[in-house]
């Protein structure tokens, strides 16, 4: 797994051992900053369930301001950072051990928020639930989500909309979008 461009291009990041973190692959990895590369520079980024932090890493070296880890595991906040060290980044970066959830309540505005939590679980929706009933996201703010091909994700409420849904075999890719005072006029 390596960080794909920017001005830590060609760094390899370290993985976790075992089953628990399912890494983005690099197919989609590409179609997804594909996807965001004119929404990044100087923008603040939350990657939710960060696992190895690839996501966040890759924003950051592309360009991002800022970008906020979270994962519950030890062991995955404590490789984000040995991450963020191998790519020069760790200045421009937060790494925080907790709930990913509960960390949602905290009030943060954020530009861009990846949510790629355990396939299976129903952590992905109750994501979109909360990041939209607390309204974290700034105007024009983007929220990706990973999730399997066949999941189905709860409905958002305005000011969010799905923007659109990009397949890669059994992987699924859902953008919203938030609006700007655009709709309060």
Known sequence: MRVITGSARGRRLKEL???????????????????L?????????LDLFAGTGQLGIEALS???RECVFIDQRKDAAALIRDNLQICGLAD???VRCGDGMAYLKSGE?????????????????QALEQITAFDICREHGIIVAE????TELPQVA?????????????????VYHRSGNEDQK
């Open 158 to 174: 305005a000011p969010y909309s799905l923007y659109r849904e990009y397949r890669y075999g059994k992987i699924k890719l859902s």
């Open 92 to 94: 421009r970066a937060t």
């Open 37 to 45: 590369q004119f929404d990044l520079e100087g923008r603040r980024i």
């Open 17 to 35: 051992e075992g089953m628990e973190t399912r890494p983005t692959t690099g197919k989609v990895k590409e179609s997804l900053f594909s996807i």
């Open 109 to 125: 505005k954020f530009d861009i928020i990846f949510l790629d939590p355990p396939y299976g679980s129903s952590l992905l929706g």
């Open 62 to 64: 592309r360009g991002a």
């Open 147 to 150: 999730s399997a091909v066949d």
